[in-house]
């Protein structure tokens, strides 16, 4: 089965800086990759996602790239706000967003 | 629009028992799927429900079952409880117009003793 492999764990940045959580996966059948932000005491929250057909996407202050030939994705958020602060989780799916597989989580804190 | 509503929100019980946990998706969607959440393992998928059919199951033991209902509710069963069933228990559903986007609840956060 697929397995998703994240990292860093834990990430502390500045506000303001920019802030880079990478993934990898093993199944090249996989070609969904969602990013879910979780906030304390909350389900997580879809907050960008991206299909094979496509390298990259922008929304706002957030960026997700996807290499298919080297299986793996990236999510990028610039200009980091405190607001940001929370455990962001990547996720692969062969074709469908109900049975994904997640990655372990990136606990990302934005410093004042 | 209402959430994702999932109850009970905490409950505590002692190994061997068993838990029953419910969720009511948002009006109008009848996917639901449900998710495990450890600090160990992290969210692994338990199974999936579309109009009261099991259409996918994760790799879990026959202890934990689920079951959809013509309203869309769902509900999740564990028997036997074990202390390794310690865990944020997630339910999300998906929309008719599929995006891709899993909407999750809060959560049933369950404590085995």
């Known amino acids: 089965g697929e397995n998703v492999e994240q990292h860093p764990s834990t990430l502390s940045v500045q506000e303001g800086d920019s802030a880079v959580i990478k993934c990898t996966y093993s199944d090249s059948a996989s070609n969904y990759f969602p990013w879910y932000k979780q906030e304390l005491g909350k389900g997580p929250q879809l907050i960008i996602d991206i299909r094979s057909n496509v390298g990259e996407k922008k929304d706002q202050r957030i960026a997700v790239t996807l290499n298919k030939t080297a299986k793996h994705f990236s999510l990028h958020i610039t200009e980091t706000q405190p607001e940001d602060s929370a455990v962001y989780f990547c996720?692969?799916?062969?074709?469908?967003?109900?049975?994904?597989?997640f990655g372990s989580g990136t606990q990302l804190t934005v410093l004042p | 629009k209402a959430g994702v509503t999932q109850t009970p929100r905490y409950l505590i019980k002692t190994r061997g028992q068993q838990v029953t946990l419910s969720c009511s998706p948002i009006?109008?969607?009848?996917?639901v799927s449900w998710y495990q959440q450890t600090p160990g393992q992290g969210l692994q998928f338990l199974f999936e429900y579309f109009s009261e059919t099991q259409r996918n199951k994760g790799n879990f033991p026959g202890r934990f079952s689920g079951r959809q209902f013509s309203n869309s509710r769902s509900e999740m069963n564990v028997s036997t409880l074990e202390l390794g069933d310690s865990a944020l228990y997630l339910c999300a559903s998906i929309g008719e117009q599929y995006t891709g986007e899993l909407f999750f609840g809060e959560g049933s956060r369950l404590t085995v003793l």
């Open positions: 996720a692969a799916s062969p074709g469908s967003a109900r049975q994904l597989t």
């Open positions: 009006s109008g969607h009848r996917s």
